[in-house]
C-alpha cells in the first residue's frame, strides 16, 4: 500500500492523501488552501491541479473520502472528475448542501433587486448557476451514517481497500477519522481533531477499540507549534456566562456550524438570562441547530436546541438578550446597534482570532474585523477545533504505531519530534 501526501504536508489546510494498492485507491479529503497558504490560484489552476492528480496513478477503483466539511479539507470536490465517487458524512452533506442553498437563494435575491439591464444582472445569473451546478455534483456524493452511542462503524470498500470512518470531535459540524486497510497493513488518519470539546470524552476509547495493531499513523499537527494547553468547550462557556450577567445586551459571534461551540452559548445563556434569540435571517444558524436537534438530540441531550426569533430590524427585547450572530448578519446588527446603549451592549467574539489579526486574512474577508470594531466592548472567548500539544502525545502513544508516523495539517517549522513521546516513536516520524 502505498501512500502519498499531494498537499498538507508542511502548511495548514489544503489537504490531499492518495492512498493506493495495485488496482485501487482512495483519497482523502481534496482541500482548497487557506487565504495566506500558498501563492492564491484560480478556479481554472486548482481544476488543473486535481485533473493531474486523477491522470496519474490511475487504478480500477477509486474513490474521494471527506473527513468533515471545512473548505481547507472539501474545497477541491468540484474539480474531481464525475465518474469518481465522492463520500462523506450524512449529516456533513446535509449541512454542505445546504451551504450552497442558501448561498445560491441569497443571490438570488440580490438578482430581485437589479434591473435586468444592469451589467450586473448576467454576473448574478452566472453566479446563481455556479452554485446550481456544486449543488447538482454535491447532491450525487455518497454517505455513510453516524453510528450512534455504542455502534460499530461500517467498512467502505474501494476495490481491494476497506475504509471505515469513526466519528471525532472538531469544530464543524461533524468530523471524521479513518481506519484504512489493503495489503495486510492498517493506516489511520485522523483529520481534523481535539480532545477538549464535549464530544471528546469518547476520543480514547474509539482508538483504544479500533485504532489496534497500526501500521501507519497520519496525524494533524496544527497546534504543534503553540504550547499552551486548550481552554475546554465548558470552561468557554462559563465564562461566556459571566459576561452575560454581566452586560444587558450580548451578541456573540460564532460559526453557524459548530455545533459544540453553539452548546456553550446556549448553556451559558440559559444560566445567565433564560435563554438565547437567534435572528429570523439566521438561516443556516437556525437550520444547523434544528437539523442537529432531529438528528442528534435523542442521542445527546445537550444536542437539544429550542429555537426562538428576533427580528434584528425590529424591536429588541427590553430587558436585554443574548443573540448568537455570523458575520453575514453585520448589516442587520449594526442596525440593532443604533437603538442599543454601547455602554450596556458587547461583543463576544467566539471565532478565530487570525480572521481580524492576520492582515491575510482581512485583505481576503474584511468582515470580522469590522464586526468588532461595530462595539465598544468586545471580548474574546475562543478555544481551538484542533488538538493541543499533550492531546496529540496521548493520541501518539495510545496508538503507537508500528512503522511510521506522518504529521499533516501543521505549520512548516514545527515537528512530531518536539512531542512528549519516546526516542522509539520519535524515530517512526517521517518529515
Ligand atoms: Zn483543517
Ligand atoms: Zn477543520
Not at 161 to 175: N, Q, R
Not at 283 to 291: K, N
Request: hydrophobic share 35%; net charge neutral; with cysteine.
Amino acid at each position: 500500500m502505498d501512500i502519498k501526501n499531494h498537499r498538507g504536508l508542511n502548511q495548514i489546510g489544503g489537504c490531499i492523501t492518495e492512498i493506493s494498492t495495485a488496482t485501487s485507491r482512495v483519497f482523502i479529503d481534496m482541500g482548497q488552501n487557506l487565504p495566506g497558504v500558498g501563492e492564491p490560484t484560480t478556479p481554472e489552476q486548482d481544476k488543473a491541479m486535481v485533473e493531474g492528480i486523477f491522470a496519474q496513478n490511475r487504478k480500477e477503483h477509486e474513490a474521494v473520502f471527506y473527513s468533515h466539511t471545512h473548505e481547507d479539507h472539501i474545497g477541491l470536490f468540484w474539480a474531481v472528475p464525475d465518474n469518481v465517487p465522492q463520500y462523506l458524512g450524512e449529516a456533513s452533506k446535509a449541512i454542505f448542501i445546504k451551504k450552497h442553498m442558501l448561498i445560491k437563494r441569497a443571490l438570488q435575491e440580490k438578482k430581485e433587486h437589479l434591473e435586468k439591464s444592469s451589467p450586473l444582472y448576467d454576473l448574478m445569473n452566472e453566479k446563481i448557476q455556479h452554485q446550481v451546478a456544486l449543488i447538482k455534483k454535491i447532491d450525487q456524493m455518497r454517505t455513510w451514517q453516524r453510528p450512534m452511542t455504542k455502534r460499530s462503524p461500517k467498512p467502505l470498500q474501494v476495490g481491494d481497500i476497506s475504509i471505515t470512518p469513526y466519528y471525532c470531535c472538531h469544530s464543524s459540524f461533524e468530523g471524521y477519522m479513518f481506519l484504512i486497510e489493503a495489503d495486510d497493513k492498517r493506516i489511520w488518519h485522523t483529520g481534523d481533531f481535539r480532545g477538549h470539546g464535549y464530544l471528546s470524552k469518547g476520543l480514547y476509547k474509539t482508538l483504544e477499540t479500533y485504532a489496534r495493531d497500526i501500521d501507519t499513523l497520519i496525524i494533524e499537527g496544527t497546534m504543534l507549534g503553540r504550547d499552551e494547553q486548550c481552554y475546554t468547550e465548558a470552561a468557554i462557556s462559563k465564562r461566556m456566562q459571566f459576561v452575560m450577567q454581566a452586560f444587558k445586551n450580548v451578541f456573540v459571534l460564532v460559526s453557524s456550524t459548530d455545533m459544540e461551540r453553539l452548546v456553550s452559548v446556549k448553556d451559558a445563556a440559559m444560566k445567565a438570562k433564560g435563554g438565547y434569540r437567534l435572528d429570523k435571517r439566521a438561516w443556516y444558524m437556525s437550520w444547523a441547530m434544528t437539523y442537529a436537534t432531529h438528528q442528534f438530540g435523542k442521542h445527546y441531550r445537550m444536542m437539544n436546541f429550542d429555537v426562538k426569533y428576533v427580528d434584528l430590524m425590529g424591536k429588541l427585547p427590553s430587558t436585554g438578550f443574548v443573540i448568537p450572530v455570523n458575520v453575514s448578519l453585520m448589516e442587520r446588527v449594526q442596525s440593532a446597534l443604533q437603538r442599543l446603549d454601547p455602554s450596556e451592549t458587547i461583543l463576544i467574539y467566539s471565532s478565530w482570532d487570525g480572521y481580524y489579526k492576520d492582515p491575510e486574512q482581512v485583505a481576503v474577508n474584511p468582515r470580522y474585523k469590522q464586526f468588532r470594531e461595530m462595539f465598544d466592548n468586545v471580548v474574546d472567548i475562543h478555544t481551538s477545533g484542533h488538538a493541543d500539544r499533550e492531546t496529540l502525545s496521548r493520541v501518539i502513544n495510545t496508538i503507537h504505531p508500528k512503522e511510521s508516523i506522518i504529521g499533516i495539517h501543521k505549520e512548516p517549522d514545527t515537528s512530531l519530534k518536539s512531542l512528549d513521546i519516546s526516542d522509539e516513536l520519535k524515530e517512526k516520524v517521517k518529515e
